[in-house]
């Protein structure tokens, strides 16, 4: 559910760190039964297809555009997977919920849950006395994926097993000129994967935070200023199919712009004032 317009995208070789020692793909063998939020374009489609013809992979297709859902779900048929379309809003908990049910009567227990739906609108100076353009960035980018775990932690605690990702960003790493909701929801949802990592520990069940660069999607292609280091939504996938094999503790990419907003997060606040205050937006 990519969608939306902003400054900073999605932003997800890779520089990751173990959340469990390396296992083989026998972890992930055929059959896997996965949920992907925002599956319809970008990101989340690309990476659903991927998983299908890695994984032989049985896939709940989530989002709101059912008529997308379906064109997704016949490519993921097509690479050797199975695909159950579920229209649904994650901010809608009952829907998320309902959507789960589904995925658990069609395919079984749920194996992995990637919460990759989001939105990117910015907050030009004009627009700061617009609360609900904050709201509507943060129930998405942060309550829909809570609405994604709370369906699926449960299970996965009973039977011991099972595994959770989201993508943030790494415009989470520090605020960044004209993105101020989108920054703060990414930051607050690698904080709040962060938690359940620890929370989580030693119950068989992993978690993964993914923080990508400008990814080609349908929300980067309506912006308007450089977007360095771009990669296709089919590297992406890629690289986010290894680390999840992987279950890595995060899969952050591309690794210049990591290392640059690693850069800018260590930067006293002097220094990232002068370089970055008082950027504007192009119209």
Known sequence: MNRGHGIYPCMSEIHTSSNIPQQSATKHSPGKVIV?????????????VTLARHWNARIGLMARRAEQLEEVANQVRNAGGEAEVLPC??????SVRRSI???????????????????ADPLPVHRMGDSSLVQRVFRINLEGAANLFA????QMLERGEGHIAAVSSIAGFR?????????????????????????LKGRGIAVTTIHPG??????????????????????????LERGLRRRKREINFPWQMVGAM????AMPDWMFDLALGGRRLPK
């Open 101 to 119: 049910g589904q995925v658990e009567r069609q395919f079984g227990p749920i194996d992995l849950a990637i919460a990759n739906a989001g939105i």
């Open 175 to 199: 605020g960044l000129p004209g993105s101020a909701p989108y920054c703060a929801s990414k930051a607050g949802l690698s904080c709040y994967l962060e938690s359940l990592r620890l929370d």
């Open 36 to 48: 992907i939020t925002g599956a319809s374009s970008g990101i989340g489609a690309q990476l659903a």
């Open 151 to 154: 369906a699926v932690l449960p």
């Open 262 to 265: 690693r850069l800018l997060r």
């Open 214 to 239: 400008f990814v080609a999607t349908p929300m980067t292609d309506r912006n308007r200023f450089p977007m360095p280091f771009m990669m296709s939504s089919e590297r992406a996938a890629t690289i």
């Open 89 to 94: 809003d994650v901010v809608d908990d009952e």
